[in-house]
C-alpha cells in the first residue's frame, strides 16, 4: 500500500496568514493527489483533486502543488471558515489512502 | 438537493454483523461509482469498499472477505454488508461518490455518515 505522510499534524494561524500543508507519497503517484477539508463534527468535503485542480465552488485561495512524490496544499489568506482538518488522498493504486491529517488551529 | 444519506449504525457486538444503506438523490445514480469511507474516533480516513458502474468491486486487504458492497441503482441505493465485525471497525462509515474520470478515485460528494461502534 502508498504510505501519505502530512506534515506538520497541527499548525496555528491568524487571519490573513498564507498557510502551506505537506503531503509526501512513499511511492510515485503522478498528480493522483487529492485534498479535502474537514469541519468539526461534518463530513470531509473536496478542494482539489489531480493534485491542481480546484473543485468547483471552492475559493480560489486554496491551490495545491506537486513537485515529484511531494505534495502542497495552500490557503493565501486564511479565512475564519478555513479553521479545519485537512487530509490528502492518493488515487493512483488501490487501495486509495489518506494522510493523517493537518489541524489548523486559530491562533 | 445532490445528497447521500447513511442509514443503519448502531452498536454491535464483536463478531457480529451489521448492514449499512445509503440513500441518494438529487444526481443520476446508476452513472457514478460509488464507495465507503470510514473514519475512526482518532480521526483517521480508511476507504473500506468500493463498486464501479458494472457491478465490479473492490476493497483493502483489512476487511476483504468480511464486508460486501452492493449497489441497487433501481432504489438508488448503495449498501454495504459487515461481517465478523471487532473493535478495530468502530468508525463513522461516510457513502461517498466518485466522478466519472477513468482511473482517479477522488470522492466529490459524501454523506453525512453512520456511527457503528462494536463492543460488547
Known amino acids: 500500500d502508498i504510505q501519505m505522510t502530512q506534515s506538520p499534524s497541527s499548525l496555528s494561524g491568524s487571519v490573513g496568514d498564507r498557510v502551506t500543508i505537506t503531503c509526501r507519497a512513499s511511492q510515485s503517484i503522478s498528480a493522483y493527489l487529492n485534498w479535502y477539508q474537514q469541519r468539526s463534527g461534518k463530513a470531509p468535503k473536496l478542494l482539489i483533486y489531480a493534485a491542481t485542480r480546484l473543485q468547483s465552488g471552492v475559493p480560489s485561495r486554496f491551490s495545491g502543488s506537486l513537485s515529484g512524490t511531494d505534495f502542497t496544499l495552500t490557503i493565501s489568506s486564511l479565512q475564519p471558515e478555513d479553521f479545519a482538518t485537512y487530509y490528502c488522498?492518493?488515487?493512483?493504486?488501490?487501495?486509495?489512502?489518506f494522510g493523517g491529517g493537518t489541524k489548523v488551529e486559530i491562533k | 438537493e445532490v445528497q447521500l444519506v447513511e442509514s443503519g449504525g448502531g452498536l454491535v457486538q464483536p463478531g457480529g454483523s451489521l448492514r449499512l444503506s445509503c440513500a441518494a438523490s438529487?444526481?443520476?445514480?446508476?452513472?457514478?461509482?460509488m464507495h465507503w469511507v470510514r473514519q475512526t474516533t482518532g480521526g483517521n480516513l480508511e476507504w473500506v469498499a468500493g463498486i464501479g458502474t458494472a457491478g465490479d468491486t473492490y476493497y483493502p486487504d483489512s476487511v476483504k472477505g468480511r464486508f460486501t458492497i452492493s449497489r441497487e441503482n433501481a432504489k438508488n441505493s448503495l449498501y454495504l454488508q459487515m461481517n465478523s465485525l471487532s473493535a478495530g471497525d468502530t468508525a463513522v462509515y461516510y457513502c461517498?461518490?466518485?466522478?466519472?474520470?477513468?482511473?482517479?478515485?477522488?470522492?466529490?460528494?459524501w454523506g453525512r455518515g453512520a456511527l457503528v461502534t462494536v463492543s460488547s
Open positions: 461517498a461518490r466518485v466522478p466519472p474520470e477513468i482511473g482517479n478515485w477522488y470522492f466529490d460528494l
Open positions: 488522498q492518493q488515487s493512483y493504486s488501490v487501495p486509495a489512502t
Open positions: 438529487g444526481f443520476t445514480f446508476n452513472t457514478y461509482d
